[in-house]
T-cell receptor, first 110, second 114 residues
């Protein structure tokens, strides 16, 4: 069974701070990694994807991948109350569908 | 922009009814998926399809079937709805095997079986 693990939270950060969300995965053959944001009652929305070791930045979001440690993270700089949501980590192994973690709930307090 | 649409946002059905959930994508994606999402259990894959008329079981296929007669349309069928199938159902599509294989979701159907 391919596992994707996330801390369920809630992770609470003050407005303007950096939120750090973490994800570990079990399949060393995984090649693609995704972060989705899901507001309550809504469907997941893709916000970042990363394929190579290192960092990938997009606006206030940075995804970090370390394949040796089987670890992927999402940093949100200058966190805003509108960032309050559940963040899902997803991992793709060739020949399989995406494998999702159960998500981390983020609360940004004004 | 990729667009994935689902036939209903909210649906209420009675136990024993046959239920059809429809999903349509407009990006010529080959791969389509059906998930259900329940509190504390996360997203669970029900069925997926790599091509027209092809289907593969996911993690929880029992009580469900699927149909993919056209590339853009993937249907989920509950042959005889039961109360434990009350859930949020999410359809998604992607093109695995390309340089960018992001998976996009439809808005979801919240199904209540009474």
């Amino acid at each position: 069974q391919k596992e994707v693990e996330q801390n369920s939270g809630p992770l609470s950060v003050p407005e303007g701070a950096i939120a750090s969300l973490n994800c570990t995965y079990s399949d060393r053959g995984s090649q693609s990694f995704f972060w989705y944001r899901q507001y309550s009652g809504k469907s997941p929305e893709l916000i970042m994807f990363i394929y190579s070791n290192g960092d990938k930045e997009d606006g206030r979001f940075t995804a970090q991948l370390n394949k040796a440690s089987q670890y992927v993270s999402l940093l949100i700089r200058d966190s805003q109350p509108s960032d309050s949501a559940t963040y899902l980590c997803a991992v793709h192994s060739p020949g399989y569908a995406l494998n999702f973690g159960k998500g981390t709930s983020l609360l940004v307090t004004p | 922009d990729v667009k994935v649409t689902q036939s209903s946002r909210y649906l209420v059905k009675r136990t024993g009814e046959k239920v059809f959930l429809e999903c349509v994508q407009d990006m010529d994606h080959e791969n389509m998926f059906w998930y259900r999402q329940d509190p504390g259990l996360g997203l669970r894959l029900i069925y997926f399809s790599y091509d027209v008329k092809m289907k593969e079981k996911g993690d929880i296929p029992e009580g469900y079937s699927v149909s993919r007669e056209k590339k853009e349309r993937f249907s989920l069928i509950l042959e005889s709805a039961s109360t434990n199938q009350t859930s949020m159902y999410l359809c998604a599509s992607t093109n695995f095997g390309t340089t960018t294989n992001e998976q996009y979701f439809g808005p979801g159907t919240r199904l209540t079986v009474t």
